[in-house]
């Protein structure tokens, strides 16, 4: 079965800060990767996606880049965070055959 | 673009009443894919149900149903006998099968359910 690990599960950051967060995945062979983002209130903004490795499309401008290392391995960075940059980060996947998406556990980033 | 629209942000309801919760995409293509999925508290996505746009059955899991009618672009999900750990944001989502389903889900902005005991 497929299963995501996301961590850390909650963070806060100071405004400036850089950010990493990492998510990797078990029980399939490449994957399509996603970051999402769920701003207060708000709903799931798609902020990157990865077909393979090393192939990142990013959907909206903004602060934050993602890698990915490896083919289970989808990390969300930034170099100097905002406080704009607040929000519940959620990383998915789904098989190349399948257009279902399962979610990790997410990550709810506070920057101060 | 693709397009999903939940136009109620907020149900309150007493628990045992069945409530509706109303979805309404638009897209572009003929292949598609919607989604419900569930948030509780905790901030997990649940998944529930996938329905791809060439199966208009309606679907009935437990105390769960859904009704997709193409006609009028929605996909439409009903709890009956609604209990209070039924409440949660739930979220309706579409993804397009002409970026070959990489492209990602488009969410719509959720609606926060709220069984009262």
């Known amino acids: 079965s497929q299963t995501i690990h996301q961590w850390p599960a909650t963070l806060v950051q100071p405004v400036g800060s850089p950010l990493s967060l990492e998510c990797t995945v078990e029980g399939t062979s490449n994957p399509n990767l996603y970051w999402y983002r769920q701003a207060a209130g708000r709903g799931l903004q798609l902020l990157f996606y990865?077909?393979?490795?090393?192939?990142i499309s990013s959907e909206v401008p903004q602060n934050l880049s993602a890698s990915r290392p490896q083919d289970r391995q989808f990390i969300l960075s930034s170099k100097k965070l905002l406080l704009s940059d607040s929000g519940f980060y959620l990383c998915?996947?789904?098989?190349?055959?399948?257009?279902?998406?399962?979610f990790g556990q997410g990550t709810r980033l506070t920057v101060v | 673009a693709q397009k999903v629209t939940q136009a109620q942000t907020e149900i309150s309801v007493v628990e045992k009443e069945d409530v509706t919760l109303d979805c309404v995409y638009e897209t572009r293509d003929t292949t598609y894919y919607l989604f419900w999925y569930k948030q509780p508290p905790s901030g997990e996505l649940v998944f529930l149900i996938r329905?791809?746009?060439?199966?208009?059955q309606n679907e009935i899991s437990g105390r769960y149903s859904w009704n997709f009618q193409k006609s009028t672009s929605s996909f439409n999900f009903t709890i009956t006998a609604s209990q209070v750990v039924d409440s949660a944001v739930y979220f309706c989502a579409l993804s397009e099968a002409s970026g070959g389903g990489a492209d990602g889900l488009t969410f719509g902005k959720g609606t926060h359910l709220i069984i009262q005991p």
């Open positions: 329905r791809n746009s060439f199966d208009e």
């Open positions: 990865s077909v393979g490795i090393g192939q």
């Open positions: 998915a996947q789904e098989d190349s055959m399948n257009t279902e998406a399962f």
